[in-house]
Nanobody, 122 residues
Framework: QVQLVESGGGLVQAGGSLRLSCAAS????????MGWYRQAPGKQRELVAR?????????????KGRFTISRDFTISRDNAKKTVYLQMNSLKPEDTAVYYC??????????WGQGTQVTVSS
């Protein structure tokens, strides 16, 4: 089982910045990719950014140059913890959505966070 705890959403004016964090713990594998998705009202959930265990990244065209994904992976004697961040700059009203953290175990299976609301006012 994997536990995901997201934080960092909120209300910001257009042009502002926010940083989302997602801490994943439990049955974390070092090879898991992690990513951020978002879903706006009336729209399908879409990939925003993804980062592999090797550090390779990919972004939705709409956020390239504005958003940056990064991650930490720590192992203690009792637990492994992966944290993924999404630095969002130059935010636009169309970035308004619920943002979900994802741990990708396989291309067809993964774990989801509860979602965090990001609202960008014009």
């Amino acid at each position: 089982q994997v536990q995901l705890v997201e934080s960092g959403g909120g209300l910001v004016q257009a042009g502002g910045s926010l940083r989302l964090s997602c801490a994943a713990s439990g049955s974390i594998f070092s090879g898991d990719a992690m990513g951020w998705y978002r879903q706006a009202p009336g729209k399908q959930r879409e990939l925003v950014a993804r980062i592999t265990s090797g550090g390779s990244t990919n972004y939705a065209d709409s956020v390239k140059g504005r958003f940056t994904i990064s991650r930490d992976f720590t192992i203690s004697r009792d637990n492994a913890k992966k944290t993924v961040y999404l630095q969002m700059n130059s935010l636009k009203p169309e970035d308004t959505a619920v943002y979900y953290c994802n741990v990708e175990r396989t291309p067809n299976f993964g774990f989801w966070g509860q979602g965090t609301q990001v609202t960008v006012s014009s």
